[in-house]
């Protein structure tokens, strides 16, 4: 049964029972047609889209769109059938929706036709730098990418930044590679947590920096679709090492109260243009990759995940099993390419290639490359095919310096006392 026809079949019920004077979605499409009759001839693409009952309000929400573009809703009084105005987009903010969205269809390229894209891409170790050997990997073939970058300068062990605007233009071109070299319509799904800067004396204080927040704004700004902040919350005892926390804990003063950090954020994005799932799953040639790809009953229901943190002698701060293979498990399929651009000792490679997917990891350190080769090698000794892998040393390619951003441009002028006014005038001239 279609979605449309279940949800025709569920408001018919509720109608019936509670007695609605609106039972169903034609109904519901004449009331809100008449409600819009002032502007129709003003938005030449307008359709409905499909009115569902919100039973807990005993109301109908009916979707407006232009040129297949949500633009409002209509809510309707499902006992009445009168129109609830509060509820309802204002017929002039339609009418201002749909000139926004005329000026951005002015160009715009015809949708494409859904292509189901088979990476040829084996297993793969590079040892150099993310920003480099991106620049190798040909465009759309892979899959999934999940990574966790250096959080700035938190781990000067692995990676110390001019500035938080450099790391920051870093990490944009980063994403740029990796959004090159994504199937569209998939997950980009990335771990970072703010960083705490250490006070320089007992006369200033400690400060702290948002990083998933700078990052989440690149991810936007570079045309991705937000889909889902998840929480990796970790035992309490694990916040209790960062320092935050301890002043308050023996001085109780207002003010001091400082929270302990126990999270990082998981924060998943979908590669746009971003055709609808269901075409992953159905279009899929292989359906016997989509049975396996089934996950079982046990999973996370919410977007707290409780999961310890891993230890391991060799690299500071790895991933637990737990999470990448939930990742792996909850965004790609059997087979696929699973990308880590910061691939550390290989705790995505090795998940991925444990779950039956191909794994390509880059990481720039010798000694944590080495880390993740051994690994593997353990693995091949146990006749697991899965585990085969080609090693790539780019670490000669040429180093790409990043461009730097508006973002970082406009604070840079505004440091040397250009205003924003002026900034803003210098920005209309044309
Ligand atoms: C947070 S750790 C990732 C650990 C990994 N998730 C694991 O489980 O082992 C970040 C890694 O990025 C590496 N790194 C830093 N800058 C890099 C760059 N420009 N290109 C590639 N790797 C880099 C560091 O050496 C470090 O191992």
Known sequence: MGKTEKNEL?????????????????????????????????IKSLSLGLPEIHDRYDNWNVPVLDNSTVIGSVSIDAFSGKINEELSTKLSLFKKRAVTV???????????KFKFIVSNLSNTIVEGKAENALRNIPEQSVDLIFTS??????RKEYSEYESYEEYLDTMRDIIQQCKRVLINGKFFVINSSHVLVPRASRNESSTRIPVPFDLH???????????????????????WASGR?????????????????????????????????DNF?????????????????????????????????????????????????????VNDVVLDPFGGIGTTAKSAAKLGRRFYSIESSTQYVSATRSD????????????????????????????????????????????????????NKD
Not at 18 to 37: G, M, N, P, S
Not at 149 to 154: C, L
Not at 296 to 315: G, L, M
């Open 245 to 277: 926390g301890r002043r308050f804990s023996a001085d109780r003063n207002p003010m001091q109260y400082k929270a302990v950090p126990v999270t990082e954020y998981v924060m998943v994005y979908r590669k746009k243009p971003a055709p609808l799932i």
């Open 217 to 239: 704004q690149i991810f936007m700004d570079e045309g991705f679709e937000f889909v889902d902040d998840i929480i990796w919350q970790k035992p309490e005892g694990a916040g």
């Open 149 to 154: 970058p250096p959080y700035y300068n938190a």
């Open 281 to 333: 799953i159905r279009k899929n040639p292989n359906q016997d990759i989509v049975l396996k790809s089934k996950i079982d009953d046990d999973y996370e229901k919410t977007n707290v995940w409780y999961i310890s943190p891993a230890r391991d002698k060799r690299h500071p701060a790895i991933f637990p099993n737990e999470l990448a293979e939930k990742v792996i498990k909850y965004y790609s399929f």
């Open 376 to 427: 593997l090698e353990i693995n091949q000794n146990l006749l697991n095919n899965n585990f085969d892998y080609t090693y790539l040393n780019l670490t000669n390619l040429p180093d790409v310096e990043p461009k730097k951003s508006l973002r970082h441009t406009i604070k840079e002028l505004l440091a040397n006392g250009v205003t924003s006014e002026e900034l803003i005038q210098r920005l």
């Open 10 to 42: 569920l408001s018919e019920t509720v109608s019936e029972r509670r007695k609605y004077k609106v039972k169903t979605t034609e109904e519901a499409k004449k009331i809100t047609l008449a409600f819009l009759k002032p502007i129709l001839l003003d």
């Open 102 to 112: 005329n000026n951005k269809q002015t160009g715009k390229t015809v949708k494409e």
